[in-house]
């Protein structure tokens, strides 16, 4: 959102701030849920992973049946998360079977009730699912978290020390930048 001035500032943000939103850009994950029918008699156990590792193919990861629904959840990412969701979720939940028959043959395809795509790359107020630091450009995630003029913080999981990328790494940067906020107007600290 910052990189893409969808958020505007009076005055602007310094160039220091928007050189490091752009060096921070995000990257996408994309979960393909598709739930089979007697997926209890495919083999595999609740929490499993399955990784399918294709030789010049795009590469799936599997988790099974979490929490033993009756579900198979794909996961891709990286530029192929971008195609698939530009493709949409019937080209997903089609790359995701065929993947299924792949490792549990043909009859599987028969089982498939219902599915879905998540899709934060068209969430307009999202883009994405994590940001990455571009090659070289790591310490952008220390510039811009640097409050600019007492007036305006930064905070999320890109901003979250080891816990990048994470909800519980985004939830403490947060909290830690709400109590900077609060010290600097002098509230009692909660
Ligand atoms: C498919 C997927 C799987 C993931 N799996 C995991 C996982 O297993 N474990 C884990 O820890 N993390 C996971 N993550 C990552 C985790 O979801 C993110 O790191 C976390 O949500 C980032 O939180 P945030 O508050 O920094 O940003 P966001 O969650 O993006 O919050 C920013 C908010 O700002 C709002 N916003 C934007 N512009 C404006 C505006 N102008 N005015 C007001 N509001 C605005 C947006 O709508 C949004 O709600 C996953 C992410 C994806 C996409």
Same mark, same amino acid.
């Given at each position: 959102?910052?990189?893409?001035?969808?958020?505007?500032?009076?005055?602007?943000?310094?160039?220091?701030?928007?050189?490091?939103?752009?060096? $921070?850009?995000?990257?996408?994950?994309?979960?393909?849920?598709?739930?089979?029918?007697?997926?209890?008699? %495919?083999?595999? &156990?609740?929490?499993?992973?399955?990784?399918?590792?294709?030789?010049?193919?795009?590469?799936?990861?599997?988790?099974?049946?979490?929490?033993? *629904?009756?579900?198979?959840?794909?996961?891709? @990412?990286?530029?192929?998360? *971008?195609?698939?969701?530009?493709? @949409?979720? &019937? =080209?997903?939940?089609?790359?995701?079977?065929?993947?299924?028959?792949?490792?549990?043959?043909?009859?599987?395809? +028969?089982?498939? +009730?219902?599915?879905?795509? #998540?899709? *934060?790359?068209?969430?307009?107020?999202?883009? @994405?699912?994590? &940001?990455?630091?571009?090659?070289?450009?790591?310490? &952008?995630?220390?510039?811009?978290?640097?409050? %600019?003029?007492?007036?305006?913080?930064? =905070?999320?999981?890109?901003? =979250?020390?080891?816990?990048?990328? #994470?909800?519980?790494?985004?939830? $403490?940067?947060?909290?830690?930048?709400?109590?900077?906020?609060?010290?600097? %107007?002098? =509230?009692?600290?909660?």
């Amino acid at each position: 959102m910052l990189a893409f001035e969808d958020i505007r500032f009076a005055p602007a943000l310094p160039d220091t701030h928007m050189q490091a939103a752009h060096d $921070l850009p995000m990257g996408l994950l994309t979960k393909i849920p598709v739930e089979i029918d007697g997926a209890e008699g %495919l083999g595999v &156990a609740p929490w499993d992973d399955l990784l399918m590792e294709r030789p010049a193919r795009h590469d799936l990861y599997v988790l099974c049946r979490p929490f033993g *629904w009756p579900l198979m959840v794909g996961f891709v @990412g990286g530029d192929f998360a *971008w195609e698939i969701e530009a493709a @949409g979720e &019937a =080209a997903a939940v089609d790359f995701m079977t065929d993947r299924l028959e792949d490792m549990f043959g043909s009859a599987i395809r +028969r089982r498939v +009730r219902r599915s879905a795509m #998540t899709n *934060w790359a068209r969430e307009r107020t999202v883009r @994405g699912a994590y &940001a990455a630091a571009r090659p070289g450009r790591a310490a &952008a995630r220390a510039r811009l978290a640097e409050p %600019l003029g007492d007036r305006v913080w930064f =905070a999320g999981e890109a901003l =979250a020390g080891p816990l990048i990328q #994470t909800a519980g790494g985004a939830r $403490l940067s947060g909290e830690a930048v709400a109590a900077a906020v609060a010290a600097r %107007l002098g =509230a009692p600290s909660a």
